[in-house]
């Protein structure tokens, strides 16, 4: 058995589930704040890659500080355009030489922001639409070496060190309303998106629970481009209402009332039009870690980290870490085990010691009705205690780009 | 007896100051975060207080985006150097012409970021070692008009329409650990520092207790000007450790151990010294929103938002207000209400109906041993209501700087 | 006969081909000064075609301020990279608002340079290997109706008044050591790099005559993915001087010695090679009008007009005008009148008269052995003349493209 | 007799004083390009007087290319304010880091900018009305080694060899158009502003002689804080009208008429005030090497340098310090030596050969009436032979910041 900290107790509140009012938000990849997580960790998993192609390791690095300056924008329905630049600039540190050779940092992350916004949003002209700058700093001499692949192929420990006091926090399962606020959001931007282009990157699903009755407001961007006039626009509002109705549906058998676009005032003929999908075009500016929470939401109900996770680090930045392995645990632990209605995992590290032995591995859980958690608490247990022994796949994911930070 | 909607109840957990683990975070005003939410902070106050002058209300801004690049220094013993200044980006909105005027809202800005950065970083001489540059858009016209100072001295309303679903949340009283961690950080930047002018103002403090054992963490920031050798920083880091120690006595009879610096190495002469009193000089980038939430504190333990306060408009930023209200609730009834160990207040607005009636306001309290909710629900409720009603009050005081939100 | 104010007389000196030494330059479409030069005189084009597009008229505005600062490199046989990326400014004043219509002159700038760099460095990757920022300001509201498509459709005037005392000097015919020095790059950045891809088009001609000798030294940037080994660069310089020397020959009778990358020094490896093909992406930074003058080459041994052309607008900025007439006018008239060895013609513009009305054309010349000026006078004259009456020809030509400003 | 190539020889053209039509032009230390060029200069001598501090040596730097962003401005009588701040960028090269020592180039470029502004600009507030930024790669490290202050004052030879072909030009004596045109600027930017603080320092001087008659055209940016009303600015006119008058009889006995802001037109409220001084507050930009030559005067009767003095580094760049030779040998030689009318000095660098012996020093001069080259000849060739064995006073007095560059 190990010797990992590892402590299983009830949680002192009633499952999120089960509490009469519940809020939570996700804004989608195309708000302003989305799209700077998005480069930030983009950046950060190019830089990984790079310097492991290069020298074998990870080298010093962090990247999460991603500003975005709005533009400004004439949408019209067939086609508006942009008219002053959004300005985006990629900050943070990065290790450019090392033991001779010179790694190109700002051109990797300059090419990885590009790359994303060509994937991402499609409809912004990365040069034209928008002016992506960089300022990335020298990273401090002494904190280089930090991951090295072959000592952990090898078989040696690749375990680093925590080298800050830190905390990460992770919830399971996710009650009805996240699911539905989360997969509202994933599929207007999948499947929906794809066969209905007016539908730009920039939703910002909102969810309130009373009871039993659910509220889903969705603030959607649309694209001029496929706009041709205000009775499209009416359509298209309309469409989304009941393809995210449908979505609500199934994930729930409370009541649920969608609102789209509640903003709009059609005889002053506002309405949410845009030429690029994102909001960013006109007058919304943006960071890192002002968004979503590493598991995708923004849950007031629920302990959150304030930690911005994207852009960070993944071999050696402990709050990144032990937000995504505390979220990947208690998604586990809710997969394996039975009779659990809530749980929370909190990881709290202790500067020195390696990162699989997290000074405390708080286990928090409600049980269901008739279970309690001395009945689950042996099943958990080698759980935890599994996940933290593979701390290190978190970031291998994470550079590969498999798990997502916001 | 008002018809605001007011709920009171019991929390659904323990007081904080009797959970197993609390931990608490403050970073001082030097840190970068805290320069970003400073700057924007007083760049938001700045241009109000010009709004109502010029015009005779505040019109539409909003300055939450302050970006902070970090520099490179040199420091040594007796004064080294900033060898690469630090870039700072103040970014946002705000109304530039307005019925003929034309407001100089980017002057505004620069001047109020160099007068707040040359009063509370005195050692960071600007436009040498740290460069500021703004980009502000224009505000979108139909949200200009938002609060009229006559309107509201003449007695007619004044009170604005919520704009947004947006969520506040307040807590008191501060437990120990809070108290130690704020006071810690205000007695070392306020009479520690005026008479030790060796301590910079960039202190970070973790406040972590385990039952009955508190430990306080403090990173101080040194000037190299005022320290000759490591004898003197050693003497220093010792001092600054008595100080918080005496500190901390005053707040708690709980076992209380004080470290300070603790990332040192004499052997490696790694030290925690600085040119400028602030880490923003080497490397630490820093944005608005990214720290302290609006009662000073990080509070894993507690519900936090994470609505970014600092550079809002404070009259009609929903968000802003409730966050700070909320927290001046919670202080009020804990002052005016005996039998309360721990407090909640949580704001929810709703788009279209004055902010001074939200959604719900929802207190929830953890009493004293031998004492019901409904014992104080009769004492607690007029004073809620009290409060909402002078949410303006609220709005007044951030404007004339007497509220701080971070 | 027309009452223009035109002079015709001897010029004070000797045919340039007659002294003793000449020297001339010219730097290649790829040299940093040059580059600039040419975005802002795309950006201008860019601006003008889209005003008239839009409104029927060129509305103000003056983007003769792009500035470069150059990158860092790792140029390595067979293909190295750029490290830190180029920075580009475009720089300028255009009008953005105009009659309720909205110009979106930032974006129109962006594209027109991002078009212009793919087009002649197409090694620079844009927005990896060079980041492009843009500034335009507002033009001033007084100076917006400048130029009406119509009213010259329509045959009335068309002719804009001088708004300034300005300048403009033109020569013909090239000497043999301009001919070379200008044809040498245009060949080189045409049919020789078209099938030799290793030339980037970074080429510096300077071409120094001393009495029957013309030493032609030629500075080119080598591009690395195209060069395999040191030998390869060895065989391409040779083939560059080979290509010159030719070129040369086409053009005198006279010794001509070519150099070509002089500063190379192979043992201490020591070579002119690139990633891009420009200098800029090492060390070099570049501005407008600091490089070739109006006519393409640099020629202390005439006179020239410190005016930068590129970037101008070219209704109204009579320095760029008049700086492309005058050579325009020397060409005309060289091509259609016999005996004439050297030509200079100076325009002088006077405040508030219309610009085909210059306050002197003072045209000056060198005749051939026997030739008096009296001799040609009869035919010059008409010719200025015709040109003159033609001014707003030279607007049409810049506006599409058609006449080169460096 | 030293074996310097030294030939004098007669001009092939008139005494530019004798010429039928003569244009001269200052653009004073308050115009947008001379801003860029007294920044970049200023930046320069402090660089070099820090190296020569730190390392006893000028090591590698190049800063001629800063470039200005103007700002906008609402000037007022009684006093206006700026809008929105001018930016400027100094942009080049300096060497960062030397045999493991550190040299803050930035920081030092930012306080020798904000130095300067304060000085002469003192209208303008650094960090409010004008943000300034800087961007200085990093020198490449095999052109370091420049300069050593101990070689040469332990008698070591000291002279620099010339790393590039390049050519100064110089003129004397000034005509008397020249001479009441830099008069002009000096005396209007020195004792008359000293006592009449409603002149800003941006003062544009145009000179025309035609025949027998001098026009001088100024354009001066008055300052609206000293300007009550039009009637004061009217008179604020005519006095620089009546001063400039009197400047120019000390200087010639032609006829003079003397034009200020000809631009003016009082019905439409359209005058020249600014609230800084400078017209860079309101829509026009500027760069290094556009406006003023070496010698402080745009002159497009005399043959000119393209080079940019301002800013290059006055030890090893041959551009700068042969230009600043050349006129320091023509002032001397006139000086020195009667019956000379005018005099021109061009000095060409061999690549390779000390700077004190350039390819060719070639003076030539048009002599008084009755006066052969061949009188002057002899006391000519030693007094250049002289000043060129002085080369590097030029360095030695540009990094004190004696020698004008503008």
């Known amino acids: 058995m190990s010797e990992r900290n590892i402590r299983i107790g009830s949680i002192d509140r009633q499952a999120v589930e089960d509490q009469d009012v519940e809020i939570v938000e996700r804004k989608g990849i195309g708000h302003p704040d989305s799209i700077c997580d998005g480069i930030a960790e983009s950046v950060a998993g190019a830089l990984a890659r790079e310097y492991l192609d290069r020298v074998g390791e990870v080298l010093h690095f962090n ?11 004439a ?51 990365v040069g034209e639409d928008i002016v992506v700058d960089v300022k990335l700093g020298e990273g401090s001499g002494d904190l280089q070496e930090v991951f090295d692949e072959d000592d952990e192929a090898a078989g040696s420990v690749g375990v680093p060190m925590a080298n800050d006091t830190s905390f990460g926090v992770g919830h399971a399962p996710l009650t009805e309303t996240e699911q ?115 598991n995708g939401l923004i849950t007031p109900n629920r302990s959150m980290s304030m930690e911005a996770t994207s852009g960070k680090n993944p071999v050696n930045h402990i709050g990144k870490i032990y937000n995504l392995l505390s979220t990947e645990i208690a998604e586990e632990v809710v997969a394996e085990v039975d009779g659990i209605r809530d749980l929370r995992v909190r990881l709290l590290s202790q500067i020195g010691r390696p990162i699989d032995q997290p000074h ?6 409600v049980t269901d009705d008739g279970i309690a958690v001395s ?32």
Not at 63 to 73: F, H, I, M, P
Not at 85 to 109: D, N, Q
Not at 360 to 365: F, L
Not at 389 to 394: K, M, N, S
């Open 360 to 365: 405390v591995a708080d286990v928090q859980v």
């Open 63 to 73: 990247t999460d500080e991603t500003q975005l300056v709005a533009g400004e924008a």
């Open 180 to 294: 539905i606020v989360i997969e509202t959001e994933r599929r207007l931007n999948g499947d929906y998106a794809a066969s209905n282009p007016e539908l730009g990157p920039d939703v910002k699903i909102m969810g309130k629970r009373e009871g039993e009755k659910i509220d889903v407001t969705v603030a959607a961007a649309m694209v001029d481009e496929h706009i041709a006039d205000l009775d499209a626009y009416i359509d298209a509002v309309e469409s989304v209402r009941e393809f995210v109705a449908d979505v609500a549906r199934d994930h729930t058998a409370r009541e649920v009332d969608v609102h789209v676009n509640t903003a709009d005032d059609y005889e002053e003929g506002s309405i949410y039009l845009t030429v690029t999908g994102t909001s960013a075009e006109q007058g919304d500016d943006g960071s890192v870690g002002r968004g979503n929470r590493a």
């Open 375 to 406: 009945d689950v608490e042996q099943e958990v247990r080698p759980i935890v205690d599994r996940e933290l022994g593979d701390v290190t796949e978190i970031t291998r994911r994470v550079i590969d780009g498999d798990l997502s930070t916001f």
């Open 75 to 125: 949408p019209a329905f067939g086609g508006g355009e942009v008219i002053d630049p959004i300005y985006l600039l990629i900050v943070g540190r990065a290790t450019k030489h090392y033991e001779g050779r010179t790694i190109p940092a700002e051109t990797i992350a300059l090419r990885a922001a590009r790359e994303y916004l060509e994937s991402e949003i499609p409809q912004l002209t």
